[in-house]
C-alpha cells in the first residue's frame, strides 16, 4: 500500500524520478475544466519534469497553450486517428519519447491501454473497466453513490502522487491572441465592442438535457429589453439555428457567434461578459473558471456533483430533485418523458424561475463589476 494516498496500491513515486509525464485528458469540456485543480497539483508537486497532455477535439484546443501544459498531442479516433494503423503509429512516436509516468483521467480500459501501448513505465488511475493489470499504480473504482463533486474525484490522483492539499480553484487562462479574435469577431459582426455583454449558451450533449429553445428565446427579450445589455449567444454548429432565433429575439441587441468562431474564442467571449446564463455543460465550468457569474440549468445532472466550483454568491442554479434525480441519462429508461419529449426535471424549470436567478445574481454582483 502506498504512503503517499491510502487508497492507491503501488510504490510511492519518487518526484526526482519523473522527468516526462504523459497526463489523459477527460474527454468531456466541462471534465477536463474540472480536473484543473489536480493538474495544477501536479505540476507543482514534479517542477523539474514535462508535462504532455493526450486529448482528443475541443479538449486538445482547450489545453493548448494553458501554464499548467508544457504540449499537447491530439488524439482523433473518429478522425486522423480512426484506423487501427494510425493509432499504433501515434502509440509508437509516444513510445519513442520515454514517458516516465501516465496520469489517466478517463476510467475507461482504452486509456489505460494507450498507456501500456505507448511503453510508460508508471501508469497511474482508477481501477474499473477491467483494466486494473494495466495499471501500475491503481485506485479503488469510483463508487457513483460518493457524494464528493468531481473535482474532489478528480483530485484523488494528485492525492496519490503525494500531494497533501486540498482542491484548489478551477483555472483557465485566456491568451492575448484569443483575446484579440475575440475582439475581432464582434467587430466583423457588426458590433462596437463597447458592451456590457450577458452570453447564452444554449448546447448540450445530449438533446433532452437542454431547456427548451423558445423560453431561451423569451429569455433572451426578457434581459435585453429589462437590462438594456448587448446579448451574445453562443455555441457550436449543431447551435446555429437555434441561437439565430434567440438571438433575434433579443432584437437589434441579439448577437450570435455560434458556429462562427473557434471554441478559444468563444471562451474569450464569455470571459468579457457580465454573467452567462447556460444549461450544465462545459461552458458553465468555464465561465466558473474565468470568474463570470453563471446561472446554470440542470435536468437530470447533479449541481452537487458537477455544479460551478466557486464560491456561492458567484452563481446560481435552477434544478428539480426528482425520486429518480440524478439519472446516468439513458433517456427515458429511468422515467417517461413529457409531451415535449423532454425529461419532467427539465420540462418544470420555468421562464420566470431562470429569470429570477439572473436578477438575483445581477444584483450581488453590480458592487464588484459595471452594467452600464
Same mark, same amino acid.
Given at each position: 500500500?502506498?504512503?503517499?494516498?491510502?487508497? !492507491?496500491?503501488?510504490?510511492?513515486? &519518487?518526484?526526482?524520478?519523473?522527468?516526462?509525464?504523459?497526463?489523459?485528458?477527460?474527454? /468531456?469540456?466541462?471534465?477536463?475544466?474540472?480536473?484543473?485543480?489536480?493538474?495544477?497539483?501536479?505540476?507543482?508537486?514534479?517542477?523539474?519534469?514535462?508535462?504532455?497532455?493526450?486529448?482528443?477535439?475541443?479538449?486538445?484546443?482547450?489545453?493548448?497553450?494553458?501554464?499548467?501544459?508544457?504540449?499537447?498531442?491530439? *488524439?482523433?479516433?473518429?478522425?486522423?486517428?480512426? @484506423?487501427?494503423?494510425?493509432?499504433?503509429?501515434?502509440?509508437?512516436?509516444?513510445?519513442?519519447?520515454?514517458? %516516465?509516468?501516465?496520469?489517466?483521467?478517463?476510467?475507461?480500459?482504452?486509456?489505460?491501454?494507450? #498507456?501500456?501501448?505507448?511503453?510508460?513505465?508508471?501508469?497511474?488511475?482508477?481501477?474499473?473497466?477491467?483494466?486494473?493489470?494495466?495499471?501500475?499504480?491503481?485506485?479503488?473504482?469510483?463508487?457513483?453513490? %460518493?457524494?464528493?463533486?468531481?473535482?474532489?474525484?478528480?483530485?484523488?490522483? #494528485?492525492?496519490?502522487?503525494?500531494?497533501?492539499?486540498?482542491?484548489?480553484?478551477?483555472? *483557465?487562462?485566456?491568451?492575448? %491572441?484569443?483575446? =484579440?479574435?475575440?475582439?475581432?469577431?464582434?467587430?466583423?459582426?457588426?458590433? %462596437?465592442?463597447?458592451?456590457? *455583454?450577458?452570453? =447564452?449558451?444554449?448546447?448540450?450533449?445530449?438533446?433532452?438535457?437542454?431547456?427548451?429553445?423558445?423560453?431561451?428565446?423569451?429569455?433572451?427579450?426578457?434581459?435585453?429589453?429589462?437590462?438594456?445589455?448587448?446579448?451574445?449567444?453562443?455555441?457550436?454548429?449543431?447551435?446555429?439555428?437555434?441561437?439565430?432565433?434567440?438571438?433575434?429575439?433579443?432584437?437589434?441587441?441579439?448577437? @450570435?457567434?455560434?458556429?462562427?468562431?473557434?471554441?478559444?474564442?468563444?471562451?474569450?467571449? =464569455?470571459?468579457?461578459?457580465?454573467?452567462?446564463?447556460?444549461?450544465?455543460?462545459?461552458?458553465?465550468? !468555464? #465561465?466558473?473558471?474565468?470568474?463570470?457569474?453563471?446561472?446554470?440549468?440542470?435536468?437530470?445532472?447533479?449541481?452537487?456533483?458537477?455544479?460551478?466550483?466557486?464560491?456561492?454568491?458567484?452563481?446560481?442554479?435552477?434544478?428539480?430533485?426528482?425520486?429518480?434525480?440524478?439519472?446516468?441519462?439513458?433517456?427515458?429508461?429511468?422515467? &417517461?418523458? #413529457?409531451?415535449?419529449?423532454?425529461? *419532467?426535471?427539465?420540462?418544470? =424549470?420555468?421562464?420566470?424561475?431562470?429569470?429570477?436567478?439572473?436578477?438575483?445574481?445581477?444584483?450581488?454582483?453590480?458592487?464588484?463589476?459595471? /452594467? @452600464?
Amino acid at each position: 500500500m502506498s504512503q503517499n494516498f491510502a487508497g !492507491m496500491q503501488g510504490q510511492p513515486i &519518487d518526484p526526482a524520478a519523473i522527468r516526462r509525464i504523459l497526463v489523459r485528458a477527460p474527454n /468531456w469540456l466541462g471534465d477536463w475544466v474540472m480536473a484543473t485543480p489536480a493538474l495544477r497539483a501536479i505540476r507543482e508537486r514534479f517542477r523539474d519534469a514535462e508535462i504532455v497532455v493526450l486529448a482528443r477535439g475541443v479538449v486538445a484546443s482547450a489545453c493548448a497553450g494553458q501554464p499548467v501544459v508544457d504540449r499537447v498531442v491530439r *488524439y482523433e479516433p473518429r478522425g486522423a486517428h480512426r @484506423s487501427l494503423g494510425a493509432r499504433w503509429a501515434l502509440a509508437q512516436a509516444l513510445r519513442r519519447e520515454r514517458f %516516465d509516468l501516465a496520469v489517466l483521467f478517463p476510467r475507461s480500459f482504452e486509456s489505460a491501454l494507450w #498507456a501500456l501501448a505507448s511503453g510508460v513505465r508508471c501508469r497511474l488511475g482508477h481501477r474499473g473497466d477491467a483494466r486494473a493489470w494495466l495499471l501500475t499504480h491503481r485506485l479503488p473504482a469510483v463508487n457513483t453513490r %460518493d457524494p464528493r463533486h468531481h473535482v474532489d474525484l478528480f483530485f484523488d490522483l #494528485a492525492r496519490a502522487l503525494g500531494v497533501k492539499e486540498d482542491p484548489g480553484p478551477i483555472e *483557465y487562462v485566456i491568451s492575448d %491572441d484569443d483575446r =484579440i479574435a475575440a475582439r475581432e469577431a464582434l467587430h466583423e459582426a457588426g458590433d %462596437d465592442g463597447g458592451g456590457p *455583454y450577458v452570453a =447564452i449558451h444554449p448546447g448540450v450533449s445530449k438533446a433532452p438535457r437542454g431547456w427548451h429553445p423558445e423560453r431561451w428565446e423569451a429569455l433572451a427579450s426578457r434581459i435585453t429589453k429589462k437590462w438594456g445589455v448587448r446579448l451574445l449567444v453562443l455555441g457550436g454548429p449543431a447551435e446555429e439555428t437555434t441561437a439565430a432565433k434567440i438571438a433575434g429575439a433579443a432584437g437589434s441587441l441579439g448577437l @450570435s457567434l455560434a458556429g462562427k468562431v473557434s471554441l478559444r474564442t468563444a471562451v474569450a467571449l =464569455i470571459g468579457s461578459s457580465r454573467l452567462l446564463v447556460v444549461n450544465d455543460s462545459g461552458a458553465m465550468h !468555464m #465561465a466558473a473558471a474565468l470568474g463570470v457569474p453563471v446561472v446554470a440549468i440542470f435536468g437530470p445532472g447533479s449541481p452537487v456533483l458537477t455544479g460551478p466550483w466557486v464560491p456561492a454568491q458567484r452563481f446560481e442554479v435552477i434544478t428539480r430533485q426528482f425520486p429518480c434525480s440524478p439519472c446516468k441519462q439513458h433517456f427515458f429508461h429511468e422515467c &417517461d418523458p #413529457a409531451p415535449s419529449g423532454k425529461p *419532467y426535471c427539465i420540462e418544470t =424549470i420555468t421562464l420566470d424561475e431562470v429569470w429570477g436567478a439572473c436578477e438575483r445574481l445581477r444584483a450581488r454582483t453590480s458592487q464588484t463589476q459595471s /452594467w @452600464s
